[in-house]
């Protein structure tokens, strides 16, 4: 019991009220005897093994469901009761149930706007950038923006011609691309390259100094190579959205139609029950509610509101919602960014980076803004989710939480957040569990960045508190997980193996006495993501009275040797009792995309 119930701080307390409100629900967690007079499911899974995350209950065969709530749970013959007439009857033939997954931090419309753009995940080097860009040009018409992400200067197998400290310059891509602004953004999403076009029309020279929280890099002569780090971004991002503000409403909601169907469609696929979106605008929200509204969200949201703090303070009470349209829509919390990524040198360290002294990285917000931001979020009832990746980042932002926590020490159950926590001062990580923080992180992070963690925090540092799972969970603090998508791929299976396994693409091992246990691994990806969002009472686990998110795999995770983990696929994602994919009939994306691009002619490519 206590290995399901190690959630927070003040675990003793909730967990105690947890099993109360199980062990009281109105409908048992087993199903009465063969022969029990009950009123027929709508739904029945059988004959599989139903892995819970349930205390009372662990493992199952069988569970039925009516309307979006969970029954009862059981074995298959206690189960059997309910199988009517009309019940739809999956039969799982010894596959795994596993409580839906929740993606604990990703960007909902930013997979779909990737998907409409350049995918440069796999990209060897950046002649293979150039080539996908020369044939974007020729189907696209003069002035087009080409668009594209996912590129990383540390994956690429050769260092670009003419490369400043290995990252490329724009003269070959603005000569491929004269008339159409080139805007490619880095994997992280924290750094990007522009074109001699883009750079043009966002007025940027020689003379245009770095913003505060960025840097526009250049060369020796002072001239801009085309690499934006971090807030420096924002100079291309404003002239780009110029050229989209000259659509037509009608153009623009299409096109966010087009990228939320795809997201959708993507997470549905890879068995995401719940997404956790880390920062919208509250236009973005506004259309969210309306796609909620027609019954077109086919899973369910959770937002957090990012804007500055003027618009925070006018319009954060117009939008506190929970569990909106069948509860497809919540936004109760708020996300803010202090620091960069490791990947694009843009984490604030307390020291500077082993391979580039000169920096110890950006301070992106103000510690007056956030804490500015942490006051409106007290007085409007909002959780506060801070995205800190470098030491000194989560130690500013643990200072923050502190003094903000004793100014309200009237608040209680806050649950206040730390986006990424990825790299962490050996002195700061029992703070989390002292002051109640979630760390919310992404296994797959570790294995994607973990070939260069070392690189450019030396060794010390990141044996220390780079992805310190284990540290952090074994203190008391609740650990979450996720995919940053459209940083990574949203895909939990490869997210889980991550956390498992913590194995590079060479077969070492990063920091193995930090990885999940397989047991911790799936509660990170369920009950704990549904108790950084307040949802613990609702899902997270397979228990009567919770909702019925469901996640059907075709191969057991949590037993088959940890190198097939990642063969196993997603055979249904059920939301709420209904089934919103199965794989035998999977809706092609490549078809909704042709689409997009036949029908949308103001399209980026």
Avoid at 156 to 163: F, V
Avoid at 214 to 234: L, S, W, Y
């Amino acid at each position: 019991m206590k290995r399901w119930c190690n959630l927070s701080p003040n675990r003793g307390k909730w967990c105690w009220t947890f099993i109360f409100l199980l062990c009281t629900a109105p409908i048992a967690a087993c199903a009465t005897g063969r022969g029990a007079s009950v009123e027929p499911a709508d739904l029945v899974l059988h004959n599989g093994k139903i892995v819970t995350v349930d205390p009372i209950r662990p493992e199952a065969q069988a569970l039925a469901v009516r309307g979006d709530t969970i029954l009862a749970v059981g074995s298959t013959e206690e189960i059997e009761p309910y199988i009517g007439s009309r019940t739809e009857v999956i039969d799982l033939q010894g596959k795994l149930a596993v409580p839906g997954f929740i993606e604990g931090h990703g960007h909902f419309m930013g997979i779909g706007e990737a998907k409409t753009n350049l995918d440069l995940m796999k990209v060897k080097n950046w002649d293979e950038i150039e080539a996908l860009v020369a044939e974007a040009i020729r189907r696209a018409e003069p002035g087009q923006w080409i668009l594209g992400r996912g590129w990383h200067q540390e994956k690429w197998d050769k260092i670009p011609t003419g490369a400043i400290k290995g990252l490329p310059i724009h003269r070959s891509m603005s000569k491929l691309s004269p008339q159409n602004p080139v805007f490619v953004t880095h994997a992280s999403g924290h750094a990007c390259f522009a074109n001699a076009k883009a750079m043009e029309l966002a007025g940027v020279t020689r003379e245009t100094p770095n913003p505060p929280g960025g840097e526009i890099v250049k060369d020796r002569g002072g001239n801009p190579i085309g690499i934006f780090r971090e807030t420096a971004q924002r100079l291309i991002g404003e002239a780009l959205a110029k050229d989209r503000a000259r659509r037509s409403p009608e153009e623009l909601e299409a096109q966010a139609r087009t990228q939320a169907e795809l997201a959708m469609q993507d997470c549905l696929s890879k068995g995401i029950t719940s997404f956790q979106d880390a920062g919208a605008s509250f236009e973005t929200i506004d259309f969210l509610k309306k796609l909620a509204e027609e019954g077109k969200l086919r899973l369910r949201l959770y937002m957090m509101v990012r804007e500055d703090n003027d618009r925070l303070a006018q319009l954060l009470p117009q939008y506190k919602t929970i569990n909106r349209s069948d509860g497809r829509l919540t936004v109760r919390a708020i996300k803010r960014t202090i620091d960069g990524a490791l990947g694009s040198h843009g984490a604030w360290l307390l020291e500077p980076y082993s391979d580039l002294p000169g920096s110890t990285g950006f301070n992106t917000a103000g510690i007056g803004g956030i804490t500015q931001t942490a006051k409106l979020a007290i007085q409007h009832g909002f959780q506060l989710c801070v995205h800190a990746i470098g030491d000194r980042a989560n130690r500013e932002v643990l200072n923050i939480y502190e003094k903000v926590f004793q100014e309200h020490s009237d608040e209680e159950d806050l649950r206040w957040r730390i986006e990424h926590a990825q790299h962490l001062h050996a002195q700061d990580i029992p703070r989390f569990a002292q002051l109640g923080v979630i760390a919310s992180m992404q296994g797959i992070h570790c294995t994607s960045d973990g070939p260069w963690v070392t690189k450019r925090l030396g060794e010390k540092r990141a044996q220390e508190g780079a992805y310190v799972w284990q540290k952090l969970t074994k203190s008391g603090a609740v650990v979450t997980n996720g995919t940053d998508a459209p940083v990574e791929d949203v895909d939990p299976i490869a997210c889980f193996y991550a956390s498992v396994s913590r194995k590079l693409n060479d077969e070492t091992v990063f920091y193995p006495q930090q990885r999940m246990s397989r047991e911790q691994a799936l509660k990170s990806y369920t009950l704990n993501g549904a108790y950084a969002a307040f949802e613990e009472d609702i899902k997270g686990s397979l228990t009567a009275g919770k909702l019925a998110d469901i996640t059907v795999l075709s191969k057991d995770i949590m037993t088959i040797p940890e190198d097939e983990i990642r063969s196993a696929r997603v055979l249904y994602t059920i939301v709420g009792g209904k089934v919103m994919y199965r794989a035998e009939v999977r809706r092609q994306e490549s078809e909704v995309r042709s689409q997009y691009i036949r029908e949308n002619p103001f399209r980026s490519v």
